[in-house]
């Protein structure tokens, strides 16, 4: 199993960017998919982005796409999302994860979380 260490959040501007990175540990990192998921007070946690292992095919919830990017490094057992364009919306805990592939990932079947980092976006 993989643990996961969400780091980078902080409080931004409307327009503003952010990157969060999420360190791993684990000898199936670089076999799992990736992915990032947020959860606002009062709201479901919600898909936002996913990565498959070798990093060639990425997937975006419809509320970020075009503003934010995913990418992973395996020689280094991280994965990133890298938000631009950050709206008050996007205000939520970020959860890191990992799962077996980047479909299940985006159902929500996930075998590994992290602990969440916040992201405050203000208006």
């Known amino acids: 199993q993989v643990q996961l260490v969400e780091s980078g959040g902080g409080l931004v501007q409307a327009g503003g960017s952010l990157r969060l990175s999420c360190a791993a540990s684990?000898?199936?990192?670089?076999?799992?998919?990736m992915g990032w998921f947020r959860q606002a007070p009062g709201k479901e946690r919600e898909f936002v982005a996913a990565?498959?292992?070798?990093?060639?095919?990425?997937y975006y919830a419809d509320s970020v796409k075009g503003r934010f990017t995913i990418s992973r490094d395996n020689t280094k057992n991280t994965v990133y999302l890298q938000m631009n364009s950050l709206k008050p919306e996007d205000t939520a805990v970020y959860y890191c994860?990992?799962?077996?592939?980047?479909?299940?990932?985006?159902?929500?079947?996930?075998?590994?979380w992290g602990q969440g980092t916040q992201v405050t976006v203000s208006s």
């Open positions: 684990g000898r199936t990192f670089s076999s799992s998919a």
């Open positions: 990565i498959i292992w070798s990093g060639t095919s990425t």
């Open positions: 994860a990992a799962g077996g592939d980047t479909l299940r990932l985006r159902r929500g079947i996930v075998t590994s």
